[in-house]
């Protein structure tokens, strides 16, 4: 390959490496194992007794030598590895096709690591202890879906986190079950398309450089309208390819907002509250005077379905929460 060719592919992949294409390298990242702080206050409201929690203890342990094994050994290499870099979409679509098997797999050994541990506190558990400890599950597959970053502001916003078990009736309680269950589709489907889209950029950028390859006639002028044409072309191949993922995400945040609103409206009036505030706290909102003209100046509405309408409802006790305001 020419030293102009070569110039040529670089100069054009780096005119692609969009902020949008940038952030799905960036979450590529495996969730952090459960640890005993984070599963001891999840537990605590399925009151174990003491022989249970010493038994949780020593399933834990082992949970975390496994998880530490996997971590230090195979998952640091492929962290390590070209294939798994931010871009190699675009500079080695070969090796970031190998890394995206060798990720899939190292996806299911940390699921099983997590459904050996759930497995065995089933056994430790009474029967009173089940229902709870399987949202317990879907709860950690959520996060594991997830990964280490998320996927934007809000996105892992959890309702049960902000919701004190003890105000929940059997009404409000099934809400939640069927939030959950529906974020846990959601975020399935969301990761699905994730690797689809992946899979499809590797496509296009193979395809790219092998036309390169015949088109490229050594000439400047006229390799540069040729770059400029293929740019165009790549882009467009992409934001096609991004699209269904792009509207997955939209439904994923949807969701988040609608599961916020419904239970806001069966709760008591200060839980209500302080879940609306816990929303927006995760969007990285603070209520002032000039939120409700900011979020429309900056398109947030759009991103986030209703958080306007949310905020203006804010502002008949604006006083309280702003003193002088």
């Keep these: 390959m020419s030293n102009w060719l070569t110039r040529l592919i670089i100069v054009t992949v780096a005119l692609l490496m969009t902020p949008a294409t940038m952030a799905q390298g960036a979450n590529r990242h495996f969730a952090e194992p459960m640890s005993w702080a984070t599963l001891r206050e999840r537990l605590a409201n399925l009151s174990p007794a003491p022989g249970q929690w010493a038994d949780l203890e020593a399933a834990h342990s082992q949970y975390l030598a496994e998880m530490d094994e996997l971590r230090a050994g195979a998952i640091a290499r492929w962290l390590a590895s070209p294939g798994s ?5 675009f500079s080695d679509p070969e090796a970031s096709a190998q890394s995206a098997r060798e990720q899939s797999d190292l996806r299911n050994k940390l699921a099983q690591i997590d459904e050996t541990f759930f497995d065995q506190a089933a ?43 003890m105000v929940l009736t059997d009404d409000t309680r099934s809400l939640l079950f069927d939030w959950e269950d529906r974020r846990t589709d959601l975020l399935r489907t969301l990761i699905r398309l994730d690797e689809e889209q992946s899979r499809a950029m590797r496509e296009v950028m193979s395809e790219f450089q092998a036309a390169l390859v015949d088109q490229v006639t050594g000439n400047p002028d006229d390799d540069a309208d040729l770059a400029t044409q293929m740019q165009h072309m790549v882009k467009e191949r992409l934001a096609e390819s991004r699209a269904p993922y792009l509207k997955a995400l939209k439904q994923c945040r949807a969701h988040n907002w609608a599961g916020t609103r419904t239970l806001s409206d069966e709760l008591p009036s200060t839980d209500a509250h302080r879940l609306r ?6 969007l990285d909102l603070h209520i002032n005077h000039d939120l409700s003209e900011t979020i429309r100046n900056t398109g947030l509405g759009a991103q986030h379905p209703d958080v306007l309408s949310i905020v203006e409802a804010f502002h008949a006790d604006m006083g309280a929460l702003m003193p002088g305001a």
Excluded: C, S
């Design 85 to 89: 870099q931010m871009g190699a979409e």
């Design 123 to 165: 056994t430790v558990m009474g029967e009173a202890q089940q229902q709870p400890l399987e949202r317990m599950r879907l709860r950690r597959a959520r996060d594991r879906m997830l990964g280490k970053k998320g996927r934007g502001a809000g996105f892992r916003f959890e309702l049960r986190d902000h919701i004190d078990p």
């Design 277 to 282: 505030m816990a929303y927006l706290d995760a």
